[in-house]
């Protein structure tokens, strides 16, 4: 199983980007998939993250720090997760990392713990200028 993230760089305070995150080996269509960062000097710090079920009503959960701004999406007939960030600030700057879980779970604790995702990407670095 092999995760890929896209789409990082350089924007201004205000602007937006949009990162991907492309699955390969598994087919992640009803698992968490989440996006955590890591600010210089910082610990991991999660982001975001999107579940796709019949059994909960709400989809997606963001940390309060993004929410409003980012918004993170799932396209399951290509196997990837996109998370759209608007508004970016430049304490927005961090690599950027999508996981996914092999397991099910949808409590908002669950989100958060980067130990509940097994298969991790790359990170892609965003920065953001003031």
């Known amino acids: 199983v092999q995760l890929q993230a896209s789409g990082g760089g350089l924007a201004q305070a205000g602007g937006s980007l949009r990162l991907s995150c492309a699955a390969s080996g598994r087919t992640f269509s009803t698992y968490p998939v989440g996006w955590f960062r890591q600010a210089p000097g910082k610990d991991l710090e999660f982001v975001a993250a999107i579940v796709w079920s019949d059994d909960w009503s709400g989809s997606a959960y963001y940390a309060d720090s993004v929410k409003g701004r980012f918004t993170i999406s799932r396209d399951n007939t290509k196997n990837t997760v996109d998370l759209q960030m608007n508004s970016l600030e430049p304490e927005d700057t961090a690599v950027y990392f999508c996981?996914?879980?092999?397991?099910?779970?949808?409590?908002?604790?669950?989100?958060?713990?980067?130990?509940?995702?097994?298969?991790w990407g790359r990170g892609t670095l965003v920065t953001v200028s003031s």
């Open positions: 996981a996914a879980s092999g397991t099910k779970f949808y409590t908002a604790s669950a989100f958060q713990t980067k130990s509940r995702y097994d298969y």
